[in-house]
């Protein structure tokens, strides 16, 4: 156990880490047709880092050619999902070659398109190196646990009290709930994450982990930018699409810093960037994700 880790993590977070592979655990039900399901612990629609994460497993599971790392992901989400029904995910192989691979994965319920993945694969070898800087942030073994941070917000932001935990979040910064109660502002969120559990020795399964958790705080951004936040606002928000270039090999048993912004909001609809890095400073992966936001201010008295 790494200096500063404590060991009283509440057992059901472990359960909660032990449903997030079981979820991702997809039964093949056919030729490039795989049947996945929600957890025990959902949100009013089906989680998009949940779709993304099960589509990637299900692309990844149809490769020709074992260890071929992925190169990106784009998503689309279509129609909500139903959390009390399984949903099918049915691959399209585009292009396989020695080096390179694409897939195509559609989200399907009850006939119904959820999302729309489009997954490329690619070997390239050696070359030109170079990446943005790591900001400065204290470690995560200085930082509180999210409960923490959760606690006397019980009743504010319910929907985070009761969601699934299968990652543990150490922020570098007030979350947008403290932020908020502060009258505060901030453009970023920067926070340590990394699994509640161990993930098994399987690439795929850790970076599967990482695009779960890549549809967390990403938005944020958008709202903290104006000082708001979930829970003490009247905010509608759901995600439009997603992507994320994979740059090098995650290991999500180890801490990895989640650093997000969002460039611009505009028409209803904001952009929020992301960056992983590991804990040498690294850049692992870069994420764009677009959402719909919709504000309603409180009426002018």
């Known amino acids: 156990?790494?200096?500063?880790?404590?060991?009283?993590?509440?057992?059901d977070t472990y359960s909660d880490f032990?449903?997030?592979?079981?979820?991702?655990d997809l039964e093949r039900v056919g030729d490039d047709r795989f049947v996945g399901s929600h957890p025990s612990k959902n949100p009013m629609r089906t989680f998009g880092g949940q779709l993304m994460a099960q589509s990637f497993v299900a692309s990844a599971r149809t490769l020709t050619r074992e260890g071929l790392p992925p190169g990106a992901l784009s998503v689309h989400f279509v129609n909500g999902g139903d959390t009390g029904r399984d949903i099918e995910f049915h691959v399209t192989r585009l292009r396989d070659e020695r080096?390179?691979?694409n897939r195509r994965v559609d989200a399907v319920q009850d006939g119904v398109l959820l999302s729309s993945a489009l997954i490329s694969y690619m070997s390239g070898g050696?070359?030109?190196e170079h990446a943005v800087d790591?900001?400065?942030?204290?470690g995560p073994h200085t930082q509180p646990r999210i409960a923490e941070l959760l606690r006397g917000y019980e009743d504010t932001v319910p929907h985070f009290v009761n969601a699934l935990q299968p990652i543990e979040w150490r922020y570098t910064n007030d979350p947008a709930w403290v932020m908020r109660d502060k009258g505060e502002r901030l453009p970023y969120n920067r926070v340590w994450v990394k699994a509640l559990g161990t993930v098994p020795d399987d690439?795929?399964?850790?970076?599967a982990v990482m695009v779960y958790t890549s549809d967390t705080t990403v938005l944020d951004s958008v709202i903290t930018t104006h000082g708001l936040s979930w829970g003490f606002d009247r905010i509608f928000a759901a995600s439009a699409n997603h992507s994320?270039?994979?740059h090098r090999q995650v290991d999500f048993n180890d801490w990895v810093l989640y650093s997000t912004s969002s460039p611009v909001a505009a028409d209803s609809r904001g952009l929020g960037t992301g960056h992983f890095?590991?804990?040498a400073g690294q850049l692992l992966a870069t994420v764009v994700q677009e959402g719909v936001l919709k504000y309603f201010p409180p009426p002018r008295r």
Do not use: C, K, Q, S
């Not at 690439?203 to 970076?207: D, E, Q, R, Y």
């Open 134 to 138: 790591p900001p400065t942030v204290p």
């Open 126 to 128: 050696p070359g030109l």
């Open 18 to 24: 032990e449903e997030l592979l079981a979820i991702l």
């Open 1 to 11: 156990m790494p200096a500063g880790d404590e060991p009283n993590v509440r057992e």
């Open 99 to 101: 080096r390179f691979a």
């Open 244 to 246: 994320v270039w994979f």
């Open 277 to 279: 890095f590991d804990p």
């Open 203 to 207: 690439p795929m399964l850790h970076t």
